[in-house]
């Protein structure tokens, strides 16, 4: 799910296969938010060493989807309200940049292959299988960052794909997100193919904000239900982000 950053092809070891495991079933919901992960559990579930399953956890813990506590424990991290508002401003600002850009840069072939990626996501639309419908999105987006050909930009963004993924599920958890997330999609293309790039900002900013206004709703649901602090979740500290979230509409 979430790519190496290394662009020459490798073998994939044990430990690619098992840090995949447990993303995917964090991702999925198999895993919960908050949810303990005891070290020797793990290794029965997956058939795993406790060093490679120990390194699984620590890498899991630096994409922010385990947090460690000492004397306690791995468990699953929980995004915050504020977690929500940082990665919403920072998605955004790589995102809609690059989805300008890319604009300017587009080739047949890019839109074809984004169209592909919606055929796929009507498909799925009904489907339960969120690991399917992320790699899709991501295939999606990843179409311009490729084209755009920015080296460090493409770093950062794959840096923050876990979270971001991990902010997609719980947007993916409200009614109707993923019929609303294929008509986004399908707007943003055609304002690429308008070569608007005032409609691709906007189309590409509604987007980002509508996931994040659904993610920033799971946790106020969470807080309503006792299982998540008003500011602070698992991921992060201090006081809650100046930034707001546009309200949705």
């Known amino acids: ?4 950053t290394n662009c020459q092809d490798r073998p994939i070891t044990v430990l690619d296969q098992v840090i995949s495991n447990l993303r995917g079933s964090i991702m999925t919901g198999k895993l919960q938010p908050g949810e303990r992960l005891p070290e020797s559990e793990l290794c029965r579930r997956i058939r795993a060493s406790r060093p490679t399953v120990r390194e699984a956890l620590r890498a899991l813990e630096a994409e922010h989807l385990v947090v460690i506590v000492p004397n306690q424990g791995p468990s699953v991290a929980r995004l915050s309200i504020r977690d929500v508002e940082e990665i919403h401003e920072v998605w955004g600002l790589l995102t809609v940049e690059a989805m300008v850009r890319f604009t300017g840069l587009v080739q047949e072939s890019d839109i074809a292959t984004l169209r592909r990626s919606l055929d796929e996501l ?18 999606f987006f990843r179409v311009a960052f490729i084209r755009c050909n920015n080296r ?76 998540a602090h008003p500011l602070d979740g698992s991921t992060s500290r201090g006081r809650a982000s100046k930034r707001a979230i546009p309200a949705k509409t």
Not at 125 to 134: F, G, N, P, R
């Open 1 to 4: 799910m979430m790519p190496s």
């Open 122 to 139: 009507n498909a799925l639309s009904e489907t339960s299988d969120v690991k399917a419908l992320l790699d899709i999105i991501y295939a």
């Open 152 to 227: 460090v930009w493409n770093e950062m963004i794959l840096r923050l794909l876990s979270r971001i993924n991990y902010l997609r599920t719980m947007a993916l958890k409200t009614e109707g997100s993923m019929k609303r997330c294929v008509t986004e999609l399908n707007t943003i293309v055609a304002a690429i193919e308008s070569q608007d790039t005032e409609a691709v900002r906007r189309a590409t900013r509604n987007h980002i904000d509508a996931a994040c206004v659904d993610a920033r709703r799971i946790c106020l649901q969470e807080l309503r239900d006792g299982t």
